[in-house]
């Protein structure tokens, strides 16, 4: 049982992990691409979702326009990571992509006064890191 579990999380990285590749090859503008891998997607989601609770109480869950507005901002950044993999690497766009909750960090210790702990001074250690040698290459 454990293997089958290893399997579809190498499975699931695999897809995940080549999505921009397939953006790329695919020459779809951004916006098409971000379209087809929704529509794709719901029939999915919608069957695991329903499994569990029925449509009318989908619908009634509480704060739906918020996972909603939230769905619709997700949607928004993967139509910007897709544009931005037309115009740069694979690589640099999966650096900027993930150098978000550094810049979080930041602007939360400038503008709202945050403390810094052991846990962000780690996330700025390695961030500088990665940035270090991506400089390098």
Known sequence: MQ??????????????GSTPIMSINSHLKSEVFVFFRVLFALPFILYYALKEVSLKEFFTIKPFWV????????GVNWIFFFW?????TVAN??????S????????????LKERINIYNNLNFF????????????
């Open 84 to 88: 931005a993999l037309n115009l740069t």
């Open 3 to 16: 293997n089958r579990g290893i399997i579809q999380m190498l499975i699931a990285t695999f897809l995940w």
């Open 93 to 98: 766009v999966v650096a900027i992509y993930y």
């Open 100 to 111: 978000g909750p550094i810049l979080a960090l930041i602007l939360g210790v400038l503008f």
């Open 67 to 74: 996972l909603f507005l939230s769905g619709v901002a997700l």
């Open 126 to 137: 390695g961030f500088y890191r990665c940035i270090g040698n991506s400089q390098r290459i």
